[in-house]
C-alpha cells in the first residue's frame, strides 16, 4: 500500500475542531440567505478571497463574524452533519469537538438551540455514519473568567452532554491562569479538560495549563519544544498534544510545513496526535493534514500508525474502544 492509501485506509480519532472552523462558505452562503441575514459577500467566491490571515487573531475576527449567520437549532445540526460528512470521507470513526457557545449566546442565541442541534448531529452520526463523538465546551478566553463561570452554569444542566471544557481564542495576554477557578470548578462536577496552549503564546502558558488548569491534553503545544525541561515532563506524563499542521501553517506558527516540529516531537516521544483545528479556513480535513506533513517530513509507516495510535489512546473513549481501534490499526499495517 502507498502513503496515501494508507493515510485513506487508517481509523483515526480527531481530538482538536472547532465546529465553527467547519463552516464552508456554501453552507454559510445557504444559512445566511435562509436567516434573511446580510452578509458583505456577493458570492461563495467572494467569501473565500475574503481569507486573509496571516496570525491568529486575523483569522479570529474571520471566523467570528462568519458564525453570525447560526442562529436556528437546525443551523448548528447543518453545520455539525456537514463536518461528519467529511469526518466518514476520510475515515475519522471518533471525534472530541470543540464549541464555542459564547459566540452564540452573547448574539441572543440560547445555549440549549446551539447543543440541542449539534447533539441530534451527533446522534444522527452514530447512527448513520456509525462514527462516535464527544462535545467540549469551550471558554473563550478574550472574554472574562466571570463570563466563562456564567457559561458554565448554563451548561452544567446538560453536563451529561459534555465530556469536558476547553479554553480557545486569543492566547497572547490571555494566559491560563485567568482561568484556575472556574476550570477547578468544571473539574469538581466532572468534566474533563483541555486547554489551548503553546500555539502562538509561550511555553510558559503550557506550564500554567499543565500546573493550575490540571489539563488531560494540551492542545497544539507546538512551542514547548523551546523549554527543555517541559519537554521532559510531557514525555514524562505521556502528555496528549493535539497537533494542527495546516493551522500552524496558515496562522505562521511555521513558515513552512518541512519546518513543523511535529516529526521531531514524536521521535522525542511526546505523544502528539494530528487534528484539522479549523478546516474550512486551513485548507483541509484530517486526511489533508496527515498528506501535507507526510509529504513534507517523509513520514514513514511506522510514524503514520504511531500518530493514529496516539490519537485513539489521548482519547476520551473507554479502553476497550480504544483497544478495538489499536488492533484494527495493527491489522492494517
Ligand atoms: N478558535 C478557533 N481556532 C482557534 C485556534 N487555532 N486557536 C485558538 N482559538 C481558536
Ligand atoms: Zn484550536
Request: charge should be negative; include cysteine; aromatic fraction near 18%.
Given at each position: 500500500m502507498d502513503r496515501t492509501a494508507l493515510i485513506r485506509a487508517l481509523p483515526k480519532a480527531e481530538l482538536h475542531v472547532h465546529i465553527e472552523g467547519t463552516f464552508e462558505p456554501e453552507l454559510?452562503?445557504?444559512?445566511?440567505?435562509?436567516?434573511?441575514?446580510?452578509?458583505?459577500?456577493?458570492?461563495?467566491?467572494?467569501?473565500?478571497?475574503?481569507?486573509?490571515?496571516?496570525?491568529?487573531?486575523?483569522?479570529?475576527?474571520?471566523?467570528?463574524?462568519?458564525?453570525?449567520?447560526?442562529?436556528?437549532?437546525?443551523?448548528?445540526?447543518?453545520?455539525?452533519?456537514?463536518?461528519?460528512?467529511?469526518?466518514?470521507?476520510?475515515?475519522?470513526?471518533?471525534?472530541e469537538i470543540f464549541f464555542d457557545p459564547q459566540t452564540h449566546t452573547d448574539r441572543g442565541v440560547a445555549f440549549e438551540t446551539v447543543l440541542n442541534g449539534l447533539k441530534r448531529a451527533c446522534d444522527d452520526a452514530k447512527a448513520r455514519l456509525d462514527i462516535s463523538s464527544h462535545l467540549i465546551l469551550c471558554f473563550l478566553r478574550h472574554l472574562s473568567e466571570e463570563a466563562a463561570f456564567a457559561t458554565l452554569e448554563q451548561a452544567l444542566p446538560y453536563k451529561d452532554q459534555i465530556i469536558g471544557v476547553g479554553l480557545d481564542s486569543s492566547e497572547v495576554g490571555h494566559p491560563p491562569s485567568g482561568f484556575e477557578r472556574v476550570f477547578a470548578r468544571a473539574r469538581a462536577e466532572g468534566l474533563l479538560v483541555v486547554a489551548h496552549a503553546g500555539e502562538e503564546g509561550p511555553a510558559e502558558y503550557v506550564w500554567e495549563a499543565l500546573d493550575l488548569l490540571k489539563v488531560n491534553r494540551i492542545d497544539h503545544g507546538v512551542r514547548s519544544e523551546e523549554d527543555p525541561e517541559l519537554m521532559q515532563r510531557l514525555i514524562a506524563e505521556k502528555m496528549p498534544l493535539t497537533v494542527c499542521p495546516l493551522s500552524n501553517l496558515k496562522l505562521r506558527v511555521v513558515d513552512d510545513m518541512a519546518q513543523h516540529n511535529i516529526q521531531r516531537l514524536l521521535q522525542q516521544g511526546v505523544h502528539v496526535t494530528v487534528n484539522s483545528d479549523d478546516p474550512s479556513y486551513f485548507g483541509g480535513y484530517m486526511n489533508d493534514n496527515f498528506f501535507a506533513i507526510a509529504d513534507a517530513l517523509d513520514l514513514s509507516t511506522d510514524e503514520l500508525k504511531q500518530l493514529v495510535k496516539n490519537s485513539f489512546e489521548a482519547s476520551f473513549i473507554s479502553d476497550a474502544e480504544k483497544q478495538k481501534w489499536i488492533r484494527q490499526i495493527d491489522a492494517i499495517v
Open positions: 454559510m452562503f445557504a444559512i445566511a440567505q435562509r436567516n434573511q441575514i446580510e452578509i458583505p459577500y456577493k458570492s461563495v467566491e467572494e467569501v473565500k478571497q475574503a481569507y486573509h490571515f496571516h496570525n491568529l487573531q486575523s483569522f479570529l475576527d474571520i471566523y467570528y463574524a462568519g458564525a453570525h449567520v447560526l442562529i436556528q437549532e437546525q443551523d448548528f445540526y447543518d453545520l455539525a452533519w456537514a463536518y461528519f460528512e467529511k469526518c466518514h470521507a476520510d475515515h475519522v470513526v471518533h471525534t
